[in-house]
């Protein structure tokens, strides 16, 4: 009878192509940031890039949201659909943030730790994409997914690192005239190490999900 019941009613097979699609834009966004940080008298249209491409992000987790109101069959167990996709989208919404703090003070230039997370940035949305997909078949998948889940907390380590070299010397450089210069490069170090937070995050969640489901 209850096989009968799960035919007959609504299903989603789409929510791996939603998460799919989030993590394409979210490596769209890491490399519209890196482009940010590379300074350059188009930083605000890359800046404006970056707030077009969250709010298409929004778009797909919207969807994802309205899947789960409407399915009855998930792959996954519903809270942990949406704590992917709200894991991914997070971390696209910081990248927009970091955007928004650039176009805020009208920063243009950026210190070489912050290209380096940039370049960091750019590997976690990549390893994300990677790894999305192969969260179709856990059961095959399983050792490669958690390989990925730490080269992510791996990554972001790295990050870690890159952001204290990158304040303590961006505090030696700062001239004690322009205090400024410190506090907004330090935000935006933070919102940066954010980013990478963010992705650590997803990865958390998807190594939940593969050991639920192995």
């Known amino acids: ?21 989030q993590a394409r834009k979210a490596q769209e966004a890491a490399q519209t940031l890196r482009a940010i940080l590379d300074g350059g008298p188009d930083t ?4 404006a890039r970056l707030s077009t491409q969250e709010e298409e992000a929004d778009q797909i987790s919207y969807e994802v949201m309205q899947s789960i109101r409407r399915s009855f069959i998930t792959p996954f167990d519903r809270s942990d659909i949406k704590a992917l996709s709200s894991a991914i989208d997070d971390a696209i919404d910081q ?15 950026f210190q070489p730790n912050m290209r380096a997370m ?8 990549n390893i994300v994409a990677e790894a999305l997909p ?34 303590k010397d961006l505090f030696k450089s700062t ?12 935000e935006l170090f933070d919102r940066l190490e954010k980013v ?8 958390h969640v998807m190594g939940d999900i593969v050991i639920e489901h192995v």
């Open 44 to 47: 605000a249209d890359k800046c």
């Open 118 to 125: 940039g370049d960091r940035i750019i590997i976690l949305a």
């Open 95 to 109: 990248m927009n943030k970091t955007g928004k703090t650039v176009g805020l003070y009208d920063v243009a230039s």
């Open 1 to 21: 009878m209850f096989k009968l019941i799960k035919a007959i009613m609504p299903r989603s097979d789409n929510f791996f192509d939603l998460f799919e699609a």
């Open 134 to 167: 192969l969260m179709r078949d856990i059961g095959k998948n399983s050792g490669r997914l958690h390989q990925m889940v730490g080269e992510i907390g791996r990554i972001e380590e790295q990050s870690d690192q890159m952001y204290d070299t990158g304040l």
């Open 175 to 186: 001239p004690k005239d322009q205090a400024l210069d410190f506090v907004i490069g330090a």
């Open 196 to 203: 990478c937070d963010r992705f650590e995050d997803v990865a």
